[in-house]
């Protein structure tokens, strides 16, 4: 049930690009973004609900692919600030709202 | 700063004891949600209150139990503390009663450690 984040871990130099992956074995209702940066909170990056919307703010945009009970996370001309560990919290359709996060995905900008 | 505050932000302590954690979410948020986040177990949800009642329960142990207050504020109490136990414990709190659907606007998490 715990949704599946691909890849584990990933460098890159700044100006890159970044996909990140979330996969889950049920339907869902949602999925929840976050970036948490070592011994901090998670910051709360967007969230897709279902529809298969597509989403974004500034160089960081999402997608919720329904079907496939998938989301993807797109970073774009990556930052120093993007460092961190990012997560996914998927809630299946038809549940009283907890979410699962997944075991995150580590991204590591150098200069 | 999300505006969510969480006291104390660490907290060490011997097996069997017991402590209390305590939230206060952002201002107009009616839902509180307890998470625990270990190395091993990642980030897990514990409880969610909405507005002094108990919403939804994930994975949380009889050895602890939550309440949230007429002002909003929360507290999770743990108790014949182990060694497991030991971990971040973040509240994170959102304006309506839907997880699913609404935002989760994470506090900086109390780490206990039990010693």
């Known amino acids: 049930q715990q949704p599946v984040q691909s890849p584990q871990a990933v460098i890159l130099r700044e100006g890159e690009d970044a996909v990140i992956n979330c996969s889950s074995s049920k339907a869902l209702y949602s999925v929840h973004w976050y970036r948490q940066k070592h011994g901090e909170a998670p910051v709360f990056l967007m969230i897709?609900?279902?529809?298969?919307e597509q989403k974004g703010h500034d160089k960081i945009s999402a997608s919720f692919n329904e079907k496939k009970q998938q989301s993807s996370l797109y970073l774009t001309a990556s930052q120093l600030s993007y460092s961190g560990t990012y997560f996914c919290g998927t809630a299946p359709d038809g549940s009283q709202g907890n979410l699962i996060f997944g075991k995150g995905t580590k991204l590591s900008v150098k200069p | 700063d999300s505006g969510v505050t969480q006291t104390p932000k660490h907290l060490i302590t011997a097996t069997g004891q017991r402590v209390t954690l305590r939230c206060s979410p952002r201002s107009g948020d009616l839902s509180v949600y307890w998470y625990q986040q270990s190395l091993d177990q990642g980030l897990q949800f514990l409880i969610q209150?909405?507005?002094?009642?108990?919403?939804a329960k994930g994975n949380i142990l009889e050895r602890f139990s939550a309440q949230q207050f007429p002002d909003l504020h929360s507290e999770l109490n743990l108790s014949s503390l182990e060694l497991g136990d030991s971990a971040l414990y973040f509240c994170?709190?959102?304006?309506?009663?839907?997880?699913?659907?609404?935002?989760?606007?994470f506090g900086p998490g109390t780490r206990l450690t039990v010693l």
């Open positions: 897709l609900l279902k529809g298969g």
């Open positions: 994170a709190s959102s304006e309506g009663g839907q997880g699913a659907a609404d935002t989760q606007y």
């Open positions: 209150y909405y507005n002094g009642e108990e919403r």
